[in-house]
């Protein structure tokens, strides 16, 4: 069963390879911009590295530089492909090209949409991530002289200050850790020892909070120090009072951020990769409508294109089976091949329900056969 | 004798037109630039409106604005007459246009000069204008409930924290103005009482300023109140203490700021001058070599090009003559008593020996 028949007239064929020609140069051009994206996305990602626990969100800027070099990639053998595509005496050399050509091609348009679904997907392990480590950061604030961790005091500082944010989820994370350096602390006074019995860890707790948290557009001076008490300070109830520190949190801060660049690039990628995907089509169309012309006196007859020759799911087993023969080397006939990959999936997806994380392989060995 | 001569041919006649068309049109793109340096100097200058006394200090960026504008039309012109130029028939419908247009061209970029030294001299007017006017805000700084000056408190804030520095010229700048407003102050409280009666004008004075003060890189949590009094902190000496806050004047830190944007933008300018000034000369010996063509009538020929006909000194002599006698043309010769039929002497020149034609025969 054919998929996607149609009718390409000499006129029209000439036509769609001027115009497959242009939109390919369009196409690199959009793989360009999506491996510039990636970079983008990955340098500010690392600019904020020190209050992530994990890297595994960099998979989405790695994704896309990928994809954007693959296209750029594609894009030019495409418009090569359709300059020579009227011309029968250069077409045949890319004969053998082609398949391989189609396969990687619908592989790497087929990333660049994961990549996109990746970029909405992450979000939670973004949050993760960024929970531990702003916990982390928090809690070494005062470390200011052990090696290895003496800027994260600075890291935090400028952090709150440049996204107006203040502690994890809110302001009063700062009151459960200690965030003044024993160093700094007078033992000998009386007020210092009982706020160090009053807990089990031995810890100065204090109801106050870095100057980095004081919000410049209030319109009375910080009050960053016994924030709870009222009576502390002249016309101040801290229930009602909203603009003297910032109220919202590092975490969700950040999070709206990259949630925002990312959206941002998501859009553009997904209108590269419609644009991709109509270059493929076209050249895909191109391509059959000259094969069925080759060879004959008259080129200028009318005929047919196509998309697919067979169904999908059969071009997908006739593309995928030479690449599962070339990962198990030894294996029978390309319908077996077939038939193992669907039992290692379904094993994987057994065995992926317990946690252990890296036997998914190794899983495989024992049960193949 | 002419000024710097060159010898054109036909060719190269022809290849210097082309040239100056293209360096014209990126001429035109250098208009553009100066006009949005003009524009960013501007936008910079605005930013900071509320820091900096009003002076002249806007003059150098709407000078920038007027002559990328007019650049960018002189060129454009520019551009068209040496298009046309490569034609000899084309060149003679702008021959009376290209004098004036290349004086005038001269003028501008003479302005154009003005522009970028006029960046390099507002030293003294910056710094005047932001001594004045960070004073000021730092007055102000306590008054967020009056209209007017509600924002004040976040710009300084905002700028202290920017550009890492403090008070006018240091932090004790902050020790000499009352920066609590007094809807904060607790006058039941004798501290408060005695602070206000501790100075004439009753002004709350204390050793402390506000937080946009503190520096980033300190190692110890910010100490921004009771500076100079060492037993308040545990393990503090003030006089040695050097991350706590900045240490930098605010004054100093936007002033570095600006003559650094002043610099860029007075080099780019001037270099942006040397290259009109080159295109002006090339248009120059573009016109003087077609209209030797002409003078000469073959429109194949050689032709010589020159910045001036004769030497510096007489063309000079030659132009105050012109505008001598300009003022002289509605004046009346009152040795013919003003009648212009009055047969008057002949004042042709018969080649170099002066020696008039003798008198044809009349026939008789």
Same mark, same amino acid.
């Given at each position: ?122 979000? %939670? ?5 960024? #929970? ?39 302001? #009063? ?86 949630? %925002? ?51 999908? #799911? ?56 | ?25 990126? +001429? ?7 006009? +949005? *340096? ?16 009003? +002076?002249? =200090? ?137 602070? =206000? ?45 050097? *991350? ?49 063509? *002409? ?7 050689? +032709? ?61």
């Amino acid at each position: 069963m054919v998929v996607g028949k149609m009718k390409l007239t000499f006129q029209k064929r000439v036509k769609l390879a001027q115009y497959l020609w242009m939109l390919s140069w369009f196409a690199t051009l959009g793989g360009a911009v999506t491996f510039t994206l990636g970079c983008f996305l990955k340098t500010e990602l690392r600019r904020r590295g020190e209050v992530m626990d994990n890297t595994d969100i960099h998979c989405v800027p790695n994704t896309l530089m990928i994809v954007g070099l693959a296209s750029m990639g594609i894009n030019y053998f495409a418009s090569r492909i359709c300059q020579d595509a009227l011309d029968p005496g250069r077409f045949p050399r890319w004969k053998t090209f082609l398949k391989p050509f189609f396969g990687c091609s619908v592989f790497f348009t087929t990333l660049m949409l994961i990549s996109v679904i990746l970029s909405y997907a992450m979000k %939670g392990s973004l949050e993760t991530s960024l #929970k531990i480590g702003l916990k982390n950061g928090i809690r070494f604030y005062k470390d200011t002289d052990t090696p290895g961790r003496c800027f994260q005091k600075q890291t935090i500082d400028r952090l709150q200050m440049e996204f107006q944010c203040c502690g994890n989820s809110n302001y #009063k994370d700062w009151f459960e850790v200690q965030w003044i350096s024993n160093r700094y602390l007078d033992f000998s006074s009386k007020e210092v020892k009982d706020r160090i019995k009053s807990n089990v860890d031995g810890r100065y707790l204090i109801d106050g909070v870095p100057f980095s948290c004081c919000n410049p557009s209030s319109p009375r001076p910080c009050i960053q120090y016994r924030i709870t008490n009222n009576t502390a300070h002249y016309n101040y109830e801290h229930q009602t009072e909203e603009l003297n520190l910032f109220i919202r949190g590092c975490r969700e801060a950040l999070v709206y951020y990259y949630m %925002g660049l990312m959206n941002t690039i998501g859009a553009v990628v997904l209108s590269v990769f419609l644009l991709q995907c109509s270059v493929l089509a076209s050249v895909r169309l191109l391509q059959t409508s000259m094969e069925a012309v080759a060879g004959q006196e008259n080129v200028e007859v009318d005929s047919e294109g196509y998309l697919l020759e067979k169904g999908v #799911k059969e071009t997908f087993m006739e593309y995928v089976d030479p690449v599962l023969k070339l990962l198990w080397m030894n294996q029978p006939g390309p319908l077996q091949t077939t038939e193992h990959t669907v039992t290692w999936f379904l094993c994987f997806r057994l065995h992926s329900g317990t946690p252990r994380p890296h036997t998914g392989l190794k899983s495989i060995s024992i049960i193949k056969y | 004798m002419a000024v710097l001569p060159i010898k054109f041919t036909k060719t190269k006649r022809d290849k210097l037109a082309q040239v100056l068309w293209v360096l014209n049109w990126i +001429s035109v793109v250098t208009g553009i630039i100066l006009f +949005s *340096l003009g524009i960013f100097l501007k936008v910079e200058i605005n930013k900071r409106q509320d820091l900096m006394a009003m +002076s002249q =200090l806007q003059s150098v960026p709407n000078m920038l604005i007027a002559v990328g504008l007019i650049a960018c039309v002189i060129n454009f012109l520019g551009g068209k007459i040496c298009y046309d130029c490569v034609d000899t028939n084309k060149f003679l419908r702008w021959k009376l246009v290209m004098l004036p247009y290349i004086i005038c061209t001269f003028f501008f970029t003479l302005s154009v000069l003005v522009g970028a030294l006029m960046c390099y001299s507002m030293h003294g007017q910056l710094e005047e204008a932001l001594t004045l006017g960070l004073r000021d805000a730092m007055r102000y700084y306590k008054d967020t409930d009056t209209p007017g000056r509600c924002f004040l408190k976040r710009t300084v804030d905002q700028l202290q924290i920017q550009f890492q520095c403090c008070g006018n010229e240091g932090y004790r700048d902050w020790f000499q103005i009352q920066w609590v407003s007094n809807r904060y102050l607790d006058m039941s409280q004798r501290e408060v009482v005695d602070r =206000l009666r501790s100075n004439v004008e009753g002004k709350y004075l204390m050793d402390g300023v506000p937080f946009s003060c503190c520096n980033v890189n300190s190692p110890r949590p910010c100490i921004q109140y009771q500076i100079t009094n060492n037993s308040a902190h545990f393990n503090y000496d003030f006089h040695t203490e050097e *991350l706590n806050l900045w240490m930098k004047g605010c004054r100093q830190a936007l002033r570095d700021y600006y003559t650094n944007i002043m610099h860029s933008v007075g080099l780019t300018v001037l270099i942006i001058w040397l290259f009109e000034l080159s295109v002006l000369t090339g248009v120059r010996y573009l016109q003087t070599s077609l209209e030797n063509v *002409l003078r000469q009538g073959d429109p194949e020929c050689e +032709s010589d090009g020159w910045l001036l006909e004769n030497s510096f000194v007489e063309t000079a002599r030659s132009n105050f003559n012109i505008i001598k006698h300009l003022g002289k043309f509605n004046q009346i010769n009152i040795s013919s008593n003003g009648d212009p039929n009055i047969d008057k002497p002949p004042t042709a020149h018969y080649g170099p020996d002066n020696v008039p034609p003798k008198p044809l025969p009349m026939a008789s």
